[in-house]
């Protein structure tokens, strides 16, 4: 409908200059008949000349003027309609970021909701693995008591029935009070109230203590633990209870996961700036798509129920973070049915107080009680 519009202005503009050179014209000849002109006071030749580019004259500014009216309307009508468009791709783009926020609004919503949902899943599992050791306590205390009774002899067991059922609840209760810990401790990490206390400790009188402690377990197996000492002794800053459960936590799975008469090798050494502690077995190996999948929480190898090895998925994410808690880091090879090996890399530093070995040498009771928690599978 503009475009008609300017083609109608255009035409006429053009009509009407052709109308007005070609009325001049016939003027100058009814005044070249009607008027008597003497060659002596007027010239007509000059008249009809004047006349005639008078009309050319007007007949070019006709056209000229034409084309610039087309030319102003057909740009005013273009920068409305750039106008139209410039605040049509505005109110486009504007459009845009308002479901840009409207989404980033209900992505911090759903985030703030699934921490508070996580909040009350960590205070949950906090409270109620709380509410289940207070019962085991005082199951594991009765127990106690039983075999006291049984070893003293005022209870009498001749066919070692009652001690064989003892055995049974106290092996079931420690690996209970296992996981209950292994939650509990998941929980505080979770919640940032757990921490490493540091202090100045040989590391390689600690994995020694570990490894003798556990001994009696891989003779019951037939398993060799064969020690590896690259260093006399490294002294640094370190949790001493900390890196017994990450220890003890690795050499339970590598004793469960290895066969009879296998062999387990633990290995020290410092590079650089590092301790380097290599535990490696001749087990039943992890398949390699499964090696992402043994640190994070709840993740099992075997998923079935039919599993030979019992375990949680616990064990080794709390290894993981312990040991990041040192600022270290662990790593794991293995190559399915030729054994596995775990690498944790703890850094060497000090802290500016007398060494602790003699304050290590104090644990050895707590160390051996926490033997039989963490190795209650075995």
Same mark, same amino acid.
């Given at each position: 409908?503009?475009?008609?519009?300017?083609?109608?202005?255009?035409?006429?503009?053009?009509?009407?200059?052709?109308?007005?050179?070609?009325?001049?014209?016939?003027?100058?000849?009814?005044?070249?008949?009607?008027?008597?002109?003497?060659?002596?006071?007027?010239?007509?030749?000059?008249?009809?000349?004047?006349?005639?580019?008078?009309?050319?004259?007007?007949?070019?500014?006709?056209?000229?003027?034409?084309?610039?009216?087309?030319?102003?309307?057909?740009?005013?009508?273009?920068?409305?309609?750039?106008?139209?468009?410039?605040?049509?791709?505005?109110?486009?783009?504007?459009?845009?970021?308002?479901?840009?926020?409207?989404?980033?609004?209900?992505?911090?919503?759903?985030?703030?909701?699934? #921490?508070?949902?996580?909040?009350?899943? &960590?205070?949950?599992?906090? $409270? *109620? @693995?709380? +509410?289940?050791? %207070?019962?085991? !306590?005082?199951?594991?205390?009765?127990?106690?008591?039983?075999?006291?009774?049984?070893?003293?002899?005022?209870?009498?067991?001749?066919?070692?029935?009652?001690?064989?059922?003892?055995?049974?609840?106290?092996?079931?209760?420690?690996?209970?009070?296992?996981?209950?810990?292994?939650?509990?401790?998941?929980?505080?990490?979770?919640?940032?109230?757990?921490?490493?206390?540091?202090?100045?400790?040989?590391?390689?009188?600690?994995?020694?203590?570990?490894?003798?402690?556990?001994?009696?377990?891989?003779?019951?197996?037939?398993?060799?633990?064969?020690?590896?000492?690259?260093?006399?002794?490294?002294?640094?800053?370190?949790?001493?209870?900390?890196?017994?459960?990450?220890?003890?936590?690795? #050499?339970?799975?590598?004793?469960?996961? &290895?066969?009879?008469?296998? $062999? *387990? @090798?633990? +290995?020290?050494? %410092?590079?650089? !700036?590092?301790?380097?502690?290599?535990?490696?077995?001749?087990?039943?190996?992890?398949?390699?798509?499964?090696?992402?999948?043994?640190?994070?929480?709840?993740?099992?190898?075997?998923?079935?129920?039919?599993?030979?090895?019992?375990?949680?998925?616990?064990?080794?994410?709390?290894?993981?973070?312990?040991?990041?808690?040192?600022?270290?880091?662990?790593?794991?090879?293995?190559?399915?049915?030729?054994?596995?090996?775990?690498?944790?890399?703890?850094?060497?530093?000090?802290?500016?107080?007398?060494?602790?070995?003699?304050?290590?040498?104090?644990?050895?009771?707590?160390?051996?009680?926490?033997?039989?928690?963490?190795?209650?599978?075995?």
């Amino acid at each position: 409908m503009k475009k008609k519009r300017t083609n109608y202005i255009l035409a006429f503009t053009i009509v009407l200059c052709l109308i007005s050179s070609f009325a001049i014209f016939i003027i100058a000849e009814i005044i070249k008949k009607d008027m008597m002109i003497t060659e002596a006071n007027f010239k007509y030749s000059e008249v009809y000349a004047f006349t005639r580019n008078i009309s050319a004259f007007l007949l070019i500014m006709g056209i000229i003027t034409a084309i610039l009216v087309f030319l102003f309307t057909k740009r005013m009508y273009g920068v409305r309609g750039l106008i139209k468009y410039k605040t049509t791709d505005r109110e486009s783009q504007l459009a845009e970021k308002n479901i840009k926020l409207e989404n980033m609004v209900r992505d911090f919503k759903e985030k703030e909701e699934k #921490l508070e949902y996580d909040k009350l899943k &960590t205070g949950f599992f906090a $409270n *109620i @693995s709380h +509410e289940f050791k %207070t019962p085991l !306590n005082i199951l594991m205390g009765a127990i106690q008591l039983l075999e006291l009774y049984v070893s003293n002899g005022t209870i009498l067991d001749p066919h070692l029935k009652l001690d064989k059922y003892l055995k049974t609840m106290k092996q079931n209760a420690l690996r209970l009070l296992r996981l209950i810990n292994n939650i509990i401790d998941l929980t505080k990490i979770d919640s940032d109230y757990f921490y490493v206390e540091l202090h100045n400790y040989d590391i390689v009188e600690i994995i020694e203590g570990v490894i003798e402690s556990i001994n009696l377990y891989a003779k019951v197996k037939s398993v060799n633990i064969i020690f590896q000492k690259k260093i006399k002794e490294q002294v640094m800053a370190l949790d001493a209870d900390k890196i017994e459960r990450i220890l003890l936590n690795i #050499l339970s799975n590598a004793l469960k996961f &290895t066969d009879k008469n296998g $062999n *387990i @090798s633990v +290995e020290v050494e %410092t590079r650089e !700036n590092s301790v380097y502690i290599s535990i490696k077995d001749d087990g039943i190996g992890i398949q390699e798509d499964k090696l992402e999948l043994i640190f994070q929480r709840f993740r099992q190898v075997d998923k079935s129920f039919t599993r030979n090895r019992e375990g949680s998925g616990i064990g080794l994410s709390l290894v993981k973070s312990l040991v990041e808690m040192h600022k270290g880091t662990i790593t794991v090879k293995s190559e399915y049915g030729m054994g596995s090996e775990f690498i944790v890399e703890l850094p060497i530093a000090t802290l500016d107080e007398e060494e602790q070995t003699k304050l290590y040498s104090q644990y050895e009771d707590s160390r051996l009680e926490r033997v039989k928690v963490e190795f209650s599978d075995i």
